[in-house]
Structures are given as C-alpha cells and as structure tokens.
C-alpha cells in the first residue's frame, strides 16, 4: 500500500479507523483520501484497507 | 485611430497622449500605456489602451478598473474580476488574505467570520483600534471599501458547522481555509470535500513562531485541496503567532486562489 507517498506493508486485514489510530492520528484534525477520493468521515471504520491502496493522510495543525 | 481611454473606446486624431490629454481637457499625474508607465509625449497608435491617473483623486469605476486591467493585463483582470472566492475565518489569515484578493481584484468575496476584533488581534490580523468590538466580517468590509468600492462584498457573521457549509460555500469557485482551530479547518476541509464537489479549498497548516519563511510552502495535497504552511509548527505557548509568517502563509493561500482562478492547478 501507498501511505502518504511511501510503501508500507499491510500484514492483516484492516479497517481504515484501526490504521488511523494505530498511527496516532487525531481523528478529529485531519482529511483522509484513498484512491483519489476523499473519504467520508463517518466511513473510516466500514473501509478495509487494500495491498493495492494509495493512501493520503492530511493532519491540521492550530493557529491561523 | 481607434483607442481606449480610461476605459471608454473612442476615436482620435491626436498624434500624442499629452495631445489628447489636451483636447478632453483631462490631467494626469500618471500615465499607464498598455499595461506600462509612459510618458506624455508617447505617440499613440492603433488600438493604444491609455489609463490617465490623477493623484489624490477617487476614480470613477470605468477609470479604476482600466487601471486595474492596465497593471494585471486585461485578461487576468476580466477573469479574476468575474470570480468569487470565499473566505473562511477573518483571524491573522484570513484578513490579510481577504485583503490582497480585493486588491488583486476579485469580483465577489464572501467574508464569514462570528467573532469581533478584540485586542489580542492586533499583532497579526488586519484590524485597526478603532475596529474594537465590530464584527470582523464589518470591519473587513469596511476596510475592502475604502480600498476598492466596487467589489463585491458579502459578509455572513456566522460560526462555520458542519451543517451550514454547503448554504455558505456552494456558489464559490476557491474558498479559503483560514481558521485558528484544527478541529474546525478539519471540519471545513472535509465537508467541503465530501458536500462541495465542484468546489476548491485553499487550506492552511502550520505558520506559527519565527522559524525559517522558507519553510513555508503550498503543496496540493488531493484533488481539490491544496495546504500552505509548514505544516508543523502549531500556534502553542512558547510558539505563538506572529505577524510575518501569518501574512507569508496568507500570502501563499492569495496567491494559490489566484492561480486556480486563472484556471492553473499546479502549485
């Protein structure tokens, strides 16, 4: 799989959420595209993620 | 010949702008041909644009925009001129940003902002004392105004939810991100994204304290999403922000609108 650009192994199945949160992401600041769509956030838990997937990961940091 | 002068096409036999300036009775104190500064003894020729300024005095509309067409080339002007942009937060980003699209010219701009100007504000944010205690998106206003009257401004003092982002945002080509809490710019960029299709977002990430400007960049990140900053540095205690990379960020968001108005997708 694709993660941000770089090549990472998927060893199991696995939703999107637990790949989300075993990278410590802050579910609440960031905005999630797989494959070239964005993915709705109320989604993360029902997507699985595939060998074949391309993965972007945006994180929002405050100020402004 | 025929020329254009100070916006309105017209017929001449003079054989010099000071010539011409002469017989329409009209004084300037500068002179704009074809998008240059010239001077009065320039002789005109076939399809010559003039644009006449006078010091200290306010334009009439026709006037403004041949000047505004003269220093962006008619063509970026027309387009640009016919565009709406929104922008969402009117903190340190978002009014120095909604200032340089009114003076780049964009035709519509949608201010959304709940807040007032409190005094906290002034070391980064385009406000001024007097402007205590108005609502941003008024103070804004007010400012656009004296800068280019024929803009136009719309200003909802609302707070931004998820809910009311497809009423606010569906008319706008690029809206720009440019609130203070990640929460809430996830939020936006999300909905955008997920509601908005057709929509761009010009996002921001990252520009506190007073590392390296270099580090400050755009970078598109999806489709429609694009994020300057440096994508780091949060505003925290010890980190706060300040006004020069607050306005380079802006800067870069600016100028990010203005290239996908002009139909340019890389960054």
Known sequence: MKFNGQTRQLNRNISLLQYLQENK????????????NIVPRTTYAEVLLQEEDVLEVVSFVGGG | ?????????????????????????KQGDVLIINGYQARADHRLTEEDVITVIAKGVMPAEAELESMMAARHTPQVHARV????????????????????????GVGKLLLVD???????????????????????????????????????????????EEAN???????????????????????????????????????????????SSNLLRTERKMKNLYLCGDFENEARAGNGLMAPRVQICAG?????????LLGIEEV
């Open chain 2, 114 to 160: 709940f807040d007032i100007v409190e005094p906290s504000n002034l070391n980064r944010q385009n406000y001024y004392i007097s402007d205590l205690g108005l609502p941003k998106t008024i103070a804004l206003e007010q400012q656009i105004k004296k800068i280019n009257p024929f803009i136009k401004v719309q200003t909802r003092t609302v707070r931004v």
């Open chain 2, 1 to 25: 010949m025929h020329i254009t002068f100070n916006g309105q096409e017209m017929e001449t036999n003079c054989s010099t702008v000071a010539e011409l300036c002469a017989y329409l009775g």
């Open chain 2, 81 to 104: 001129k016919a565009a709406a942009v929104a922008v969402a937060g009117l903190g340190g980003l978002g009014s120095n940003l909604a200032l340089m699209l009114a003076r780049t």
């Open chain 2, 252 to 260: 870069h968001q600016a100028n990010m609108a203005l290239r996908l």
């Open chain 2, 165 to 211: 982002v497809p009423e606010l945002f569906s008319g706008c080509e690029v809206v720009c991100e440019a609130f203070d809490d990640p929460g809430a710019k996830a939020m936006l960029v999300n909905t955008i994204l997920e509601r908005l299709p057709g929509v761009k977002i010009v996002a921001a990430s990252g520009m506190a304290g007073y590392a």
């Open chain 1, 25 to 36: 992401f802050d579910i609440s600041k960031i905005a999630v595209e797989l494959n070239g």
